[in-house]
């Protein structure tokens, strides 16, 4: 039995059979299997794929380009053809019974080496050749080993370096029950999704891909952030115990359905939902929550191969309209980039995605698809309320531009005779630092705010919300944080803009009472939390939340923060709520 401690990122226990992923773009762990025959065929049929791959290439380059041009890939044809390639790689599979990948990786280092030590500058530009057609034949093959996935039976938990967020929103479609990932954050959106589907997840693990074998016996602690290879029986049992009473849990908040969250003193506060798929809203509404804060509506992207058409995304929204039946609805325009969609496809990825051209930019980089994506929320918007909110904006002009658009499409839709509504508010994530000091300039200029504390933190700490190895950073108790949080909802009250909190800190039961404390009656949250925390909110009262609001704005450290927030929750929840201890 061994046992992995990472990032608990997604509630919940999963007890099953290992999956292990790798990733073309990092090193591939010695891995050994039982039937090294099966490794000899996957590894057949990726040269084989590899060589097509090449032959379609190499014509399709003669054709556009010249003989010349073509020559680059007659190497790679060449060097695929030469056994001294191929054979150590078939022997190291067959004599020490490694897989596939680890054999093809280990074998192209050699070669690259050879090149790279070579004293003719001609062998020596020959490396980036080598590592090109290396990683062709390990796209093959782990392409090949992923859409296993879709024939696996029963209860697989997905190991892997990490994951896109596509790569996870395609497990909706598999019989995924958890995963584990050595990288990546609590606030990374493949984190995100995965509360969405309601997997238990734990992420920063760092090394299991390196341990852990296909088939192996696991269990993920989504709670506590463990991951366990080859537990004993005792552990076994206790887990299964465990996982048992939670559910049993778990049927007894359904009463909570009916129950507004209103505090002791009587003031409501506000609990909607965030979504990434309509489907999503039904949980929302089992749970009586008060609509969506928040529809991540680039979501809509990560399991489809193309950009949504007007048409797709209409459909979608008039979905949710429906589903609502009334309550909030907050469309928020594609956040696409950093990690979310455009790298993994791109041609040359960006040096620095999270600062680079992501949510706003992007959009006004690419009119034609906010035009479409604007045309598509405005024609729903004839069929029920809705209100739109522009991510990332940092600058007024950005916001400018945007609401120009808008009128664009509107007048566009006037012209054409299509319905639509025009009294849509719109609004604009505060998520970056700039946006947060200038609440009150911003406050002029739209009808709400929603503050977008993952963002935010990661924008103010200067740390990487993806980023295992600085997670111990980022942190939502940071003063500094609290602080933003504070001028935006004063900014807000002085200039009578609705604001509310959509980051995770907001599904955050320890965070509850400050967050009314700031001021904030309106929180969006993940849909598993709302009864969570209707339960904290009907505990408790304004004063107590403003009398804890004003002590932690007396601390200057993060850790006084955190711990403060602790003993105030056990205080309040001695036992604490819904096998969610304090501890
Ligand atoms: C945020 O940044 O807090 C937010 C809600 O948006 P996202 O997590 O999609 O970046
Ligand atoms: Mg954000």
């Known amino acids: 039995m061994q046992v992995f401690r990472g990032i608990p990122v997604s509630q919940g226990i999963a007890i099953g059979r290992a999956f292990v992923l790798d990733d073309v773009r990092q090193h591939i762990p010695r891995r050994t299997v039982a039937n090294p025959a099966g490794e000899l065929t996957r590894l057949e ?20 380009l010249g003989t010349e041009a073509a020559k680059i890939f007659a190497f790679h044809q060449g060097m695929l053809a030469d056994a001294s390639l191929t054979n150590p790689i078939r022997e190291r599979i067959e004599q020490d019974r490694v897989t596939a990948e680890y054999a093809v990786q280990e074998q192209f280092r050699i070669i690259a080496d050879m090149f790279g030590g070579m004293s003719d500058t001609a062998f020596r530009t020959k490396v980036d050749d080598v590592w090109d057609l290396h990683h062709r034949v390990l796209r093959h093959l782990i392409g090949e080993h992923d859409s296993q996935l879709d024939e696996m039976q029963g209860d697989v938990i997905v190991l892997a370096g ?46 299991i891909c390196e341990v852990a074998d296909d088939g192996d016996q696991l269990i993920v602690d989504g709670e506590r952030g463990v991951i ?6 005792d552990t076994l049992e206790e887990y299964r115990r465990h996982a048992k009473a939670a559910e049993a849990y778990a049927l007894t908040l359904t009463e909570l359905a009916d129950l507004d969250p209103v505090t002791t003193d009587g003031v409501r506060i506000e609990i909607m939902g965030n979504i990434e798929f309509p489907s999503e809203i039904e ?17 809509l992207w990560l399991t489809s191969d193309h950009e949504p058409t007007e048409e797709e995304q209409y459909d979608y929204y008039r979905e949710c309209i429906e589903l609502v039946e009334g309550k909030a609805l907050t469309i928020r325009t594609f956040d696409l980039g950093a990690d979310k969609y455009t790298q993994e496809r791109a041609m040359n990825p960006e040096r620095n995605p999270f600062l680079g051209c992501r949510s706003i930019r992007y959009c006004l980089q690419n009119l034609g698809m906010f035009k479409r994506q ?20 940092t600058n007024t002009l950005e916001l400018r531009q945007a609401r120009m658009i808008f009128h664009d499409v509107m007048e566009d839709l006037e012209e054409e005779g299509i319905p639509f509504s025009r009294d849509i508010p719109i609004g604009m994530m505060v998520e970056v630092p700039s946006a947060a000091v200038m609440a009150a300039t911003f406050a002029k200029e739209v009808d709400f705010f929603s503050i977008g504390t993952n963002d935010l933190i990661q924008y103010t700490l200067a ?15 940071h003063p500094a944080v609290i602080k933003l949080i504070k001028e935006v909802v004063r900014a807000s009250r002085r200039h009578g803009v609705e604001v509310s909190c959509c980051g995770e800190v907001a599904s955050d039961t320890d965070a509850t009472m400050l967050l009314i404390g700031l001021g904030l009656r309106r929180l969006s949250v993940t849909p598993a939390s709302i009864p969570y925390l209707k339960r904290v909110v009907r505990s408790t ?22 711990s403060y927030l602790r003993d105030q929750f056990k205080k309040h929840f001695p036992d604490g709520i819904g096998g969610r201890s304090a501890d």
């Open 283 to 299: 949980m929302i509404q089992r749970h009586g929550g008060d609509g969506v804060g928040l529809f991540r509506t680039e979501f």
């Open 162 to 207: 990490d994951l896109t967020p596509s790569q996870t929103a395609a497990f909706r479609t598999k019989s995924v029950l958890g995963f584990g990932t050595d990288m990546g954050g609590k606030t990374s959106h493949t984190a995100i999704f995965a509360r969405a589907l309601g997997i238990p997840a734990v992420v920063g693990l760092e090394r």
């Open 541 to 562: 009262d304004i004063e107590t939340c403003e009398r804890l609001a004003r002590t932690v704005g007396s601390f200057d450290s993060e850790r006084q923060v955190t």
């Open 463 to 477: 740390v990487d919300r993806t980023n295992e190895r600085v997670a111990s950073l980022y942190s939502s108790a």
């Open 374 to 393: 604007l045309r598509a929320i405005l024609r729903a918007s004839a069929h029920g309320p809705l209100k739109v909110m522009f991510p990332l904006v």
């Open 45 to 64: 049929s990726a040269l084989t794929a590899s060589r097509a791959d090449l032959t379609r290439m190499r014509e399709q380059a003669e054709e556009e």
């Open 228 to 233: 366990i290879i080859d537990p004993d029986e």
